[in-house]
């Protein structure tokens, strides 16, 4: 599996920072959004206001929703006024291979 938590993509076994990978084909029928897997990682504490995963804002480890980077193929997906609401992103869950979760200060690469 090669992880792109870094600046250029390296194997897992290279990689020397905290990353969680979550792989969305191994349990399809398990869960309906591609949100909920980020249930599995007990570090991602996923909120929303509204039912149906509408006004979902994530934090990892303890960190309020404005310090958590969200990308999508290196692209930032979150709001740049507010970072708020960052899992209001219309993606079929069929569109995504794996889901990864990089820990501490390794996102001011991408800042």
């Known amino acids: ?13 290279e990689v020397d920072r905290s990353v969680s990978a979550i792989q969305l084909q191994d349990a399809p029928l398990l869960y ?11 570090s ?5 206001c509204a039912p149906n995963d509408v006004q979902g804002d994530i934090s990892i480890r303890g960190t309020s929703f404005g310090q958590t ?7 930032r997906m ?14 079929p869950t069929e569109s995504l291979s ?9 996102s001011t690469f991408y800042a």
Do not use: C
């Open 98 to 106: 794996r889901i990864e979760i990089l820990k501490g200060p390794g």
């Open 69 to 75: 980077l969200i990308m999508l193929n290196g692209l």
């Open 1 to 13: 599996m090669v992880v792109t938590g870094t600046f250029v993509p390296l194997p897992l076994g």
């Open 32 to 42: 309906e959004h591609w949100v909920d897997y980020l249930q599995s990682d007990p």
């Open 78 to 91: 979150d709001d740049a006024q507010s970072s708020h609401h960052d899992m209001d992103l219309a993606l």
């Open 44 to 48: 991602v504490d996923y909120r929303q």
